[in-house]
């Protein structure tokens, strides 16, 4: 089996204002400095990422990533930002498709796959979310949803980029709900949409992309979620703002 580098990654969502953030980020870094076994991925809102570029620039185990791009490099697309601004400011990696994008903007599996594909252009690595709502999983449903996502919103990105693509898998249901799935559950979605990959690429391809799990991680379950087997780290909402839990999390992925 292909080593795969766990990847935990905060998205701070719409909070903390630059100076906030610096403050943050500074707490971060004095909890989370010794560990470098995890790739570690800090994701403010735009307007701190220039703040905690400058604050991470030399911490080889952190990197920056936004939470949004827009699928064109430039032109008249007011409020937008394009992935080369992202990495003009250092980012590594972005967020697409979260579930509050497509649930408040939207946004479809073509125009996330597009973003996705606007970022690995551009070098940055998308962590592309899926995941399926309450009302899909009770109707026992979440193949289909998950399959779709799959075959529409990353199937088809270039054989040559798609190792740089981060898969969430975000069962909507256990978006800051205090609900998360079980390990159980987590690691039978994480396989079946290893399995979409080896079919879309191949069994070697699939073996090397790394699958977070998204929903509810905490300290207390962090570490239960991420050894599993198809699980190769978290992407972590409320708990990513505060420097301690967070750190706590990036512990628990340790190998
Ligand atoms: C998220 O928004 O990506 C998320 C997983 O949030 P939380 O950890 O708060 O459930």
Redesign the pocket.
């Known amino acids: 089996m292909a080593y795969r580098k766990k990847i935990v990654a905060g ?1 701070w ?1 719409m909070n903390k204002s630059a100076t906030e953030a610096r403050v943050l980020v500074a707490d971060i870094l004095m909890e989370i400095k010794k560990f470098d076994a995890s790739d570690i991925v800090i994701c403010p809102p735009f307007t701190s990422l220039a703040a905690i570029s400058e604050l991470i620039n030399e911490v080889p185990n952190i990197r920056l990533g936004a939470q949004n791009l827009h699928q064109q490099s430039n032109g008249a697309f007011t409020g937008e930002i394009s992935a080369g601004m992202l990495r003009d400011l250092y980012c590594r990696y972005v967020i697409v498709g ?3 994008r497509r649930q408040y903007y939207k946004e479809t599996d073509e125009l996330i796959k597009e973003k996705a594909k606007a970022a690995l252009d551009a070098n940055l690595k998308p962590i592309v ?1 899926i995941g399926e709502t309450l009302a899909e999983r009770e109707a026992n449903d979440w193949k289909k949803v998950i399959t779709r996502q799959v075959d529409n919103g990353i199937a088809g990105i270039d054989e040559k980029q798609i190792e740089d693509l981060i898969i ?1 898998y ?1 069962p909507v249901w ?4 205090g609900k998360n799935a079980t390990p159980e559950q987590a690691q039978e979605v994480h396989h079946f949409i290893r399995g979409l990959i080896a079919k879309h690429y191949s069994s070697a391809i699939a073996s090397k992309i790394r699958i977070q799990y ?4 905490k300290p207390d379950n962090a570490k239960q979620l991420l050894h599993q087997p198809d699980i190769d780290g978290a ?6 703002l505060d420097a301690r839990a967070f750190a706590a999390i990036v512990l628990a992925s340790r190998h």
């Not at 998204?214 to 991680?217: A, E, L, P, Q, R």
């Open positions: 998205n969502k979260h579930s509050e979310c969430a975000e256990a978006i800051g709900t998204g929903g509810s991680v992407l972590v909402g409320g708990a990513s």
